[in-house]
């Protein structure tokens, strides 16, 4: 199993960037999937996390800014961020977990490799 993140890069303040997450190695059409991130110095944050359902839940700090969603064909998880912050700088990386509750509570059965954003003032 093997989840990979791309998209990151360096963009300025109040600009967008989109992350995607490819799943390979099995299908998670039915479990949850999300976005985590973390910057040097501070703990793993859950940034967004989507039911197999559809579901979604943002965390505070991002929310009407980045959007979460998700193609059970294509096996890939999405991360929309818009009007991006430089403290929105961090390393992406996205995780599985059996429902966003477990998501919430950092319970995840599997997670990849990130991919860097920063944002500059």
């Known amino acids: 199993v093997q989840l990979q993140a791309y998209g990151g890069g360096l963009v300025q303040a109040r600009g967008s960037l989109r992350l995607s997450c490819a799943a390979s190695?099995?299908?998670?059409?039915?479990?949850?999937m999300g976005w985590y991130r973390q910057a040097p110095g501070k703990e793993r944050e859950l940034v967004a996390g989507?039911?197999?359902?559809?579901?979604?839940y943002h965390a505070d700090s991002v929310k009407g800014r980045f959007t979460i969603s998700r193609d059970n064909a294509k096996n890939t998880l999405y991360l929309q961020m818009n009007s991006l912050k430089p403290e929105d700088t961090a390393n992406y990386y996205c995780?599985?977990?059996?429902?966003?509750?477990?998501?919430?509570?950092?319970?995840?059965?599997?997670w990849g490799k990130g991919t860097q954003v920063t944002v500059s003032s």
């Open positions: 995780a599985v977990g059996g429902s966003i509750a477990n998501l919430v509570k950092g319970s995840m059965n599997y």
């Open positions: 190695g099995r299908t998670f059409g039915a479990h949850a």
């Open positions: 989507i039911s197999s359902g559809g579901t979604t």
